[in-house]
Nanobody
Framework: QVQLMESGGDSVQAGGSLKLSCRAS????????MGWFRQAPGKEREGVAI????????LYADSVKGRFTVSQDNRESTIDLQMNSLKPEDTAMYFC??????????????????WGLGTQVTASS
């Protein structure tokens, strides 16, 4: 059973930076992709960034391109999300996720079957 634990959420001023981390355990070797998703109150969960574990190819939502960077350390079974130039619209609960689906290279929550509990990011103006 894959378990995911996020850390690093905080409240910052708009324009600031945060780094989220996700540590995976329990069978992560079977996962094809890992990623970050977010959900703001009253909105649907949306994909932010994903990384393919085998190729390290990354995919970003248009809203975060050039500001966010996802990276992985397969030896440590961790992925990070470096978030720069944060905007108030980035405020949300951020979730780490892992996919056992080979066709996982999409910003689609339905392709991810393991989830962390989330970490709150707030960017205030």
């Amino acid at each position: 059973q894959v378990q995911l634990m996020e850390s690093g959420g905080d409240s910052v001023q708009a324009g600031g930076s945060l780094k989220l981390s996700c540590r995976a355990s329990g069978g992560i070797g079977r996962m094809f992709c890992m990623g970050w998703f977010r959900q703001a109150p009253g909105k649907e969960r949306e994909g932010v960034a994903i990384i393919h574990r085998g190729t390290s190819l990354t995919l970003y939502a248009d809203s975060v391109k050039g500001r966010f960077t996802v990276s992985q350390d397969n030896r440590e079974s961790t992925i990070d999300l470096q978030m720069n130039s944060l905007k108030p619209e980035d405020t949300a609960m951020y979730f780490c996720a892992a996919s056992s689906v080979a066709a996982c290279y999409f910003l689609d929550p339905d392709r991810f079957d393991y989830w962390g509990l989330g970490t709150q990011v707030t960017a205030s103006s």
